[in-house]
């Protein structure tokens, strides 16, 4: 029986750096092979991060391993330039092309065999079969083998049916020898070959600059991923604090509010058990009133002078003393002036509350995760237009629907989403997602709000829970939302930012400097409908636009 012979593939031979055979090989510790300069060359790329790592599997290396010639993968290498390549398996002999898979050029036949190689000289693709000649016959070893590719056309020039082998630096373009000499004649010519190798270097700087701007993105991640673990932490804390806190406070009002109900019903029971004491004696006195009146009323009637007499004399003697204190009550609410103490604590606990709540929903608007800048916001613009079916009559709408002016009265025809009592007017484009715009303004104020569709249209933007407004002004900026008014301090720009994200309930208002953003005030909330951008005037011939950031 014979003994069936070793099959090679070329391909387990090549470097996976420059996939051309291997050339004076090398092996690292993890197994995998390469040309000696392509590995060499691939570390030196890599010397400014202090880690080496294989093309391959991507195990890294600490040091930098010290490269040994594999003599025996050498050997083999040189057997297979010798016999010209390795010996196909039969199966591949007659392997036919699938599909998406490039054919060979000189196959017959209703069904081609898969190309394994293309010549850059012959400007053919090869089955295993027909490329035997280039090994075989001596004048044929020297072409240009590459692997089999679907895309050879494009490697020729269609003027002249050659190959693309010079760069015309003039045109920017591939072109063969023959361009050179008639339609880019006298332009900038190099080979291929050659602009290859700058673009090469320019390749290498910029896929190390990638490479450095994805660590930093990285690094940046990182940060950020810890800014929000962090920003988790410290939101719970803060919610944990100022919950024991309230807790602490709803206490002190129910221990003080105890406290004077014990107060009163001490009083209370006081003061009703000196009454009940003097209501005691009263009756008791009283009592001895009406016997003592009865004893005089029965004397007084009798007819025994004798008797009259010898009696008169001891009930005289226990006559009403002048001495017992006459007990006056007057008519008077004794607690009346508790509840009114009580309920102007209350008045002013609110009135602190209220100022001092602003000052808290400020300070938790102004916590955020990161600083956005101009450039992290812009691609989040969106194009808005403002609606003339919903604009007050006296507002006149220009630049494609964009910028607004307050003046005299316009043509406007009846509809019944039109603003009817103040000058205001919304966009038609409804907003849910991350949404950013800029507004320029000009005259004595403006309002820049965003609100629900279905707001009544004799509202005014803010004096409502369905609008948010801020209100600019040459003197400064206030924020309003359901007619509470918020003092804003930011730099007095002629431009606004607004940043939009519905998902997460925040409203953000920016004074826009140049390219430069200033937080003016942010709104954290649950948005429970779409959102449409307003823009609202209270004098004639002030104007806002909405700016075209694209």
Not at 290 to 307: C, F, G, P, Q, V
Not at 341 to 363: A, F, G, H
Not at 413 to 429: I, K
Not at 438 to 463: C, H, L, P, Q
Request: net charge negative; glycine share 4%; proline share 4%.
């Amino acid at each position: 029986m014979a003994q069936q012979g070793v099959v090679l593939d070329q391909d387990q031979f090549c470097c996976s750096v420059c996939l051309d055979l291997l050339k004076d090989p090398v092996t690292l510790p993890c197994g995998h092979s390469y040309c000696s300069s392509c590995i060499e060359g691939y570390w030196d790329q890599d010397e400014q991060k202090g880690v080496y790592s294989c093309p391959q599997c991507r195990q890294s290396f600490t040091l930098r391993p010290a490269l040994k010639r594999n003599n025996m993968l050498a050997e083999v290498v040189e057997k297979l330039k010798e016999t010209g390549g390795a010996q196909a398996a039969p199966s591949e002999l007659t392997s036919p092309a699938g599909p998406g898979e490039g054919t060979c050029d000189l196959c017959t036949g209703p069904r081609k065999q898969r190309a394994l190689k293309s010549c850059l000289v012959c400007l053919l693709s090869y089955c295993q079969t027909h490329l035997q000649p280039h090994y075989q016959i001596p004048k044929m070893k020297n072409h240009k083998l590459v692997e089999a590719t679907s895309g050879l056309q494009e490697m020729i020039c269609s003027s002249h049916d050659k190959l693309l082998e010079v760069f015309c630096r003039t045109d920017q373009e591939c072109i063969c020898y023959l361009c050179t000499m008639e339609e880019h004649k006298g332009h900038d010519t190099v080979s291929a070959k050659t602009e290859r190798k700058e673009k090469q270097d320019k390749l290498v700087l910029s896929q190390q600059e990638v490479q450095h701007r994805v660590q930093q993105r990285e690094k940046e991640l990182k940060e950020l991923q810890q800014a929000v673990e962090s920003f988790k932490r410290s939101g719970q804390a803060a919610v944990e604090d100022s919950e024991r806190i309230f807790t602490e406070l709803i206490r002190s009002i129910e221990r003080r509010r105890s406290e004077v109900k014990d107060l009163i019903r001490a009083q209370q029971g006081a003061a009703v058990s000196q009454a009940e004491g003097l209501r005691e004696i009263l009756e008791q006195e009283i009592a001895e009133l009406r016997r003592r009146d009865a004893e005089l009323e029965k004397l007084s009637h009798t007819e025994d002078n004798i008797h009259f007499l010898q009696n008169y004399q001891s009930l005289s003697r226990t006559s009403v003393s002048s001495d017992v204190p006459s007990i006056s009550v007057h008519p008077l609410q004794y607690f009346k002036h508790v509840p009114e103490m009580v309920s102007e604590l209350r008045d002013k606990l609110e009135e602190l509350i209220q100022i001092e709540w602003s000052n808290i929903s400020t300070t938790v608007s102004t916590v955020d995760v990161f600083l956005p800048t101009r450039a992290d916001l812009l691609p989040y613009s969106c194009q808005l237009t403002l609606d003339p079916n919903i604009a007050h009559t006296h507002l006149s709408l220009s630049e494609e629907n964009r910028k607004v002016t307050q003046l005299e009265k316009q043509p406007y025809p009846d509809h019944p989403e039109r603003f009817t009592r103040s000058c205001q007017v919304l966009c038609r484009e409804a907003l849910s997602g991350r949404c950013y715009w800029e507004v320029e303004w000009s005259g004595k104020y403006v309002n820049i709000a965003v609100s629900y569709k279905d707001i009544f249209r004799t509202d005014v933007f803010g004096n409502n829970n369905k609008s948010w407004r801020l209100l600019c002004t040459s003197g400064g900026y206030r924020f309003t939302h359901n007619s509470v008014k918020t003092a804003v301090s930011g730099p007095q720009s002629s431009r606004v930012g607004v940043y939009l994200d519905h998902k997460a309930g925040t409203l953000s208002f920016y004074s826009v400097v140049s390219d430069t953003l200033t937080l003016l005030h942010r709104v954290q909330t649950t948005f429970t409908q779409t959102l449409y951008p307003g823009l609202g005037f209270g004098n004639h011939g002030a104007s806002a636009e909405i700016v075209k950031l694209w």
